[in-house]
């Protein structure tokens, strides 16, 4: 995000004129209030629904009765800055009265979490990162982008790019997984996505990169958990995506919830100010996650709201979500000298910069004529760009006999719940769809032409029914169990201490199994599972994560062979929970797991993941062959020989690794540093290349210092982390 001298001036002439009250009104950020027809405060009346001492039928019951307050004298006033709106005439309404009826006509940044998607759902980040598809990545969060600016929201709450390494960790769905340079690379094609179409204001939004920092590494995969780690570890772990957002020039940043050693990131002023604007470059601003300045208090950080504020706004935090704790304690705090008016100036600044780098100035409204054609319904071409990203996303963990593709023309026994419901397919952060564009996996294959039968069964949560599963045993050739996760059992406030297939689906699972039937599993869920025992006794296991509104196109597509599976690991699966955290990038031991006793080991369960970082199979097999790394200069170059040794098309994603080999920091057992697609068709070979420039071969110590150190390293290409080929070179840098 850059700013041209004109309108660095006009912002500054802007800033000149406002009244502190006014400046502080550009810091706060609201979201309609709930009012009437219920006698508790609203967020107790969520908290009785979510711990069930009442139903949703009730709860929609109250909130016909409710109103919603939308602040408008506070916005005549210049006491908002921003809002959380999704009703594109009402934030019409909303920006008219900010524009003409305050007093200086400084027009509001409507916000919206649009994490994959907005009306067109594409599947989750931790499956579509699994395309390793850059080019998808971007075009998705372009389309978003277009989308949400159709309904007046110019700020999007996205990309959510923590690095996780727990899926006990329920926010694990919302962000690339575990790896940093597919992290970084899923990072800035997102910005670019979101950003860089600047030929019209309806074309782009400002990104908003979160949660900062290091929230993946939550203690016990507990979500709002507190994290302690080395600096090393932050930096090469956890800090290098939202480098890469920072580089390519993400507008605002979230910060997290969580504290980091000890000091809540809300308040965290080495994080926010040294970190992130100095060392990072961020130009736009930050806002606090969701009532995380108040929280301060509760972490035992902040004695008060008050001193909470305080906090926060000497720290670097610029705009407070939802608490009126800027705009109840600032005005008060700068005119006591407490808070300088040099700190408000500079978060005006950086918040009114953002306005004006989207052209809210001058186009804050949307055209009547386009929120008139997205009521018509999804273009067509939307609905083709969700299909796509589903197909490029779904995994294939296991294919014994080559039970998948199904041959058209056998009878399919469909089982499980998940399979014939359009409210599971988009998963959890989906905020604006409509059930109209969604696709079921029953209705995609009867779609598809597909021989098949429908049977519940059940699925996560009730009871099973085993005499329908009899019977769908009875009737099919084949079964396809569609098993796994609700879309409220994971993302936000989701973490779960047991990660294996949840109810009792695996009791349906060993049912089907006791028929001598073939059984396919198909996985719908929001973060990795403890799959040991499905690995062991299922024949084939299609992940297809919660792929979107086409999720049942897709699915049909790759199970009746018309699309070939191609999708790779983004994270680790385990065997067990109690593996969890587990990540392929795992530090060097002096005692490495093994079969012996005295080693970094399990007694009870394997040390390694079931499924890796990377990992995905075809329907087609590929080899590598004849690897060869030289020097050129500054850059290693990297060549392999990859073919298609089978009989269909497909595409594979090689995948480059390094590991440096002995350096003044104990240093991962591999890192990935760079991947390319490649589709070959049946008896093809292409010769892959890559190059790996030598100041990407170092890594940051524990005083966040840059090292290249000499010494021996091993290149590693191959189909996924665990599975390559390896040859080893000495640098003098």
């Known amino acids: ?88 005439r009402k934030n019409n309404e909303l920006q008219k009265i900010a524009v003409e009826e305050s007093r200086l006509g400084i027009p509001l940044i409507i916000g919206f979490d649009v994490i994959h998607g907005f009306r067109s759902v594409f599947p989750i980040a931790i499956a579509e990162a699994c395309s390793f598809d ?45 790896d940093p340079l597919l992290g970084s690379r899923f990072a800035r094609a997102k910005i670019r996505g979101l950003q860089n179409d600047r030929s019209s204001p309806l074309r782009y939004v400002a990104a908003c990169t979160k949660h900062y920092a290091a929230y993946g590494a939550c203690e016990s995969g507990r979500d709002y958990n507190t994290v302690s780690m080395s600096v090393s570890n932050f930096y090469n772990v956890y800090l290098p995506a939202f480098r890469a957002a920072m580089d390519e020039g993400a507008a605002t940043v979230m910060a997290a919830f969580n504290d980091l050693n000890g000091v809540p990131c809300t308040v965290n002023r080495w994080l926010l100010r040294e970190v992130l604007k100095k060392e990072l470059g961020l130009e736009g601003f930050v806002v606090s996650d969701a009532n995380a300045i108040r929280e301060c208090v509760a972490h035992g950080i902040a004695a008060d709201d008050r001193d909470a504020g305080v906090q926060a ?64 319904g999804l273009p067509e071409e939307h609905a083709a760009l969700c299909r796509k990203a589903a197909e490029e996303s779904m995994v294939l963990l296991k294919n014994e006999g080559n039970l998948l593709p199904l041959r058209r023309g056998q009878k399919i026994s469909l089982v499980g719940r998940l399979a014939d419901n359009v409210n599971e397919v988009c998963g959890a952060w989906a905020m604006a769809w409509k059930p109209e564009d969604c696709v079921s996996i029953l209705t995609g294959l009867k779609e598809a032409g597909a021989e098949v039968s429908y049977f519940p069964c059940g699925g996560p949560e009730g009871e099973i029914d085993f005499e329908e599963a009899d019977r769908a045993c009875r009737e099919g050739d084949v079964i396809v169990a569609v098993v796994g996760e609700t879309d409220a059992m994971s993302g936000e406030a989701s973490s779960k201490a047991d990660i294996s297939l949840p109810g009792g689906q695996r009791a349906l699972l060993e049912r089907l199994l006791q028929s001598g039937k073939p059984v396919a599993a198909v996985l719908m869920n929001g973060r990795p599972l403890a799959l040991g025992w499905e690995a062991e006794h299922l ?54 797991g ?106 940051y110590d524990n005083e966040g210092k840059y090292r290249l150190e000499d010494g021996l390293f091993r290149l590693y290409v191959g189909g996924s982390s665990r599975s390559c080929l390896m040859q080893e070179i000495r640098i003098a840098f």
Request: hydrophobic share 40%; aromatic share 8%.
């Open 313 to 376: 706004a000497l720290a670097g935090m610029d705009m407070d979500m939802g608490t009126h704790i800027y705009r109840d304690y600032l005005k008060a705090e700068v005119e006591k000298g407490t808070v300088p008016m040099a700190v408000i100036d500079e978060a005006v600044r950086r918040i009114l910069s953002v306005k004006v780098w989207l052209g809210l100035f001058e186009d804050p409204y949307v055209p009547e004529a386009l929120i008139e054609a997205y009521e018509k």
């Open 1 to 88: 995000m850059k700013l041209n001298d004109t309108q660095k001036a006009f912002v500054e002439e802007l800033l000149a004129r406002m009244t502190l009250e006014e400046k502080i009104g550009q810091m706060n950020q609201e979201s309609p209030s709930i009012v009437g027809g219920f006698d508790v405060p609203f967020s107790e009346l969520i908290e009785m629904l979510t711990d069930g001492r009442i139903s949703q039928e009730e709860f929609g019951r109250i909130m016909a009765n409710a109103k919603q307050d939308y602040h408008e004298d506070d916005i005549r006033a210049g006491r908002v800055g921003s809002m959380m709106v999704n009703d594109p």
């Open 594 to 699: 093994s079969r012996s006793k005295f080693t970094s080991r399990y007694l009870d369960a394997p040390w390694e993941a079931l499924f890796p970082f990377g990992y995905g199979l075809s329907y087609t097999d590929f080899a590598y062959e004849d690897l060869r790394v030289c020097e050129n200069g500054d850059a290693l170059e990297i060549t392999v020989r990859l073919k298609n040794t089978g009989e269909r098309e497909g595409t594979e994603v090689a995948q480059l690794y390094m590991q440096d080999v002995s350096a003044s920091l104990v240093r991962p057992v591999k890192e990935l540093k760079d991947y390319r697609r490649v589709r070959l068709g049946p008896g093809e070979a292409e010769e892959v290349r890559f190059t790996l420039p030598k100041k990407d071969m170092g890594f």
């Open 539 to 592: 024949p084939a296991i299609l992940e297809a994560w919660h792929l979107g509104i086409r999720m049942g196109d897709a699915v049909a597509a790759a199970l009746l062979g018309d699309v070939n599976p191609s999708g790779k690991l983004s994270s680790s699966f385990p065997s067990v929970t109690g593996q969890c955290p587990v990540y392929y990038n795992h530090p060097s031991t002096g005692r490495p």
């Open 134 to 178: 850059d080019a998808l990545f971007e075009k998705t969060a372009h389309m978003a982008a277009a989308e949400s600016r159709a309904h007046g929201i110019s700020w999007n709450f996205a990309p959510m790019i923590d690095a996780a390494r727990d899926s006990r960790w329920g926010r694990v769905s919302e962000g690339p997984g575990e």
